[in-house]
């Protein structure tokens, strides 16, 4: 199975310049040739088992990281497309309101999450098993990730996200550009 890299249509963002997201479309791009490159050469090696068996383990653990920047940068840039739109009433409005107390809240503490130091993700799911929302950090690509949870707000903390616009001293700026540039209604769309 081939993985194709999705477009994305975003505009101009208030505060994350043309050249960062112009980058960062390249190196999600290069996620997806990886994911395709590993999977090919799990398939080459597979034909002599006894030789390579070492070599495919190694190639399944880089699977995850490749795959999940794939997936992961898919969900931010799907975020960017369309402009910055306001939260709607619904689903996760209602939640956001009943966990924390209102929207703002939410985003001051989803922000202090994303000032994790280090590389990773300030991530938001949706337990279909409490019907509950939980946030956490996840590092790197892969690390972290809440199994069985769905993925609903995706927030890049790598340096190539914001160093082009902001130095690593005031990342915070970056993260509110985020939420100022957040199309609220394809987020929400992700829980329904």
């Known amino acids: 199975m081939k993985y194709e890299p999705l477009s994305f249509e975003i505009g101009e963002l208030d505060g994350i310049g043309e050249e960062t997201i112009r980058e960062h479309l390249g190196l999600y791009q290069g996620y997806v040739k990886h994911v395709n490159l590993i999977n090919d050469k ?5 034909s002599d088992l006894e030789n390579n068996s070492y070599a495919i383990a190694e190639m399944q653990r ?8 794939m997936r992961n940068h898919e ?3 799907a975020q960017l497309e369309g402009g910055a739109r306001e939260l709607p009433d619904g689903t996760l409005k209602e939640k956001l309101v009943m966990q924390w107390g209102g929207v703002e809240a939410f985003i001051e503490q989803f922000s202090r999450l994303s ?3 280090g590389i990773g993700w300030a991530m938001l799911y949706h337990d279909p098993h409490t019907d509950q929302l939980v ?5 790197e690509q892969h690390l972290g990730q809440l199994v069985d949870l769905d993925l609903v707000l995706a927030l890049d903390m790598w ?7 902001y ?9 509110e550009a985020f939420f100022r540039n957040l199309n609220w209604e ?7």
């Open 167 to 175: 130095p690593p001293s005031q990342k915070k700026l970056y993260v």
């Open 186 to 192: 394809v987020v929400a769309g992700r829980l329904i």
């Open 75 to 77: 969900y931010y840039f």
């Open 42 to 46: 799990i398939v080459a090696f597979s």
């Open 115 to 117: 000032m994790t130091r």
């Open 135 to 139: 946030q956490t950090w996840v590092d």
């Open 62 to 69: 880089r699977l995850g990281f490749e795959f999940g920047g």
């Open 159 to 165: 340096e190539h996200s914001y160093l082009r616009d």
